[in-house]
T-cell receptor, first 115, second 114 residues
Framework: DQQVKQNSPSLSVQEGRISILNCDYT??????FLWYKKYPAEGPTFLIS?????DKNEDGRFTVFLNKSAKHLSLHIVPSQPGDSAVYFC??????????????FGKGTHLIIQP | DTGVSQNPRHKITKRGQNVTFRCDPI?????LYWYRQTLGQGPEFLTY????????KSRLLSDRFSAERPKGSFSTLEIQRTEQGDSAMYLC????????????FGPGTRLTVL
């Protein structure tokens, strides 16, 4: 039973264009969401996060949108750069303010930026 | 600024042997998490500590697995009587309690059970 789903195993985008990665979740208890980027043989690197009290968070080229009613979030990268080619993981957790539970991850989306 | 470190980076062992991995979190991070990642999957949560207390264990953490964080700093994950199905990347992450949920990951330990 997958509580966090990334339905696109891979995505190819031209350099300079917008990359949009999608994520759906089923557990209503999740109230904090994170995106991580991963290169082969390395640990995940934190990119950006969003609390359920917001619907948008921006950090430079990265923007995360949250639609709580649809239980859907998306990561926008604009403009896409060759160094963005990696596997992107969506993760969710319950955050009590005193700390977060373990993260539940999706299976990842392999983003390929074409020159 | 030192990040999360894990040792060893790679471990090859024979089925039935015991292995132990170490994780050193970011200094002053109270929470420490262990995850396992297999090919084509996202990381799966195993267990986490707040200081030296183990607060949660996933059902994935069978009786052959044990984790400790004796002084609230580094942590060890031991797997007894390894099986081929234990082959995976074992990831450690840490976070502070300062009002954020972000977990910072180490490079992982790649375990291969022959």
């Amino acid at each position: 039973d997958q509580q966090v789903k990334q339905n696109s195993p891979s995505l190819s985008v031209q350099e300079g264009r917008i990359s949009i990665l999608n994520c759906d979740y089923t557990n209503s208890m999740f109230d904090y969401f994170l995106w991580y980027k991963k290169y082969p043989a390395e640990g995940p690197t934190f990119l950006i996060s969003i609390s359920s009290i917001k619907d948008k968070n921006e950090d430079g080229r990265f923007t995360v949108f949250l639609n709580k009613s649809a239980k859907h979030l998306s990561l926008h990268i604009v403009p896409s750069q060759p160094g963005d080619s990696a596997v992107y993981f969506c993760a969710a957790t319950r955050f009590s303010g005193g700390g977060a539970d373990g993260l539940t991850f999706g299976k990842g989306t392999h983003l390929i930026i074409q020159p | 600024d030192t990040g999360v470190s894990q040792n060893p980076r790679h471990k090859i062992t024979k089925r039935g042997q015991n292995v132990t991995f170490r994780c050193d979190p970011i200094s002053e991070h109270n929470r420490l998490y262990w995850y396992r990642q297999t090919l084509g999957q996202g990381p799966e949560f195993l267990t986490y500590f707040q200081n030296e207390a183990q607060l949660e264990k996933s059902r994935l953490l069978s009786d052959r697995f044990s984790a400790e964080r004796p002084k609230g700093s580094f942590s060890t994950l031991e797997i007894q009587r390894t099986e081929q199905g234990d082959s995976a990347m074992y990831l450690c992450a840490s976070s502070s309690l300062a009002g954020v949920a972000t977990q910072y990951f180490g490079p992982g330990t790649r375990l291969t059970v022959l």
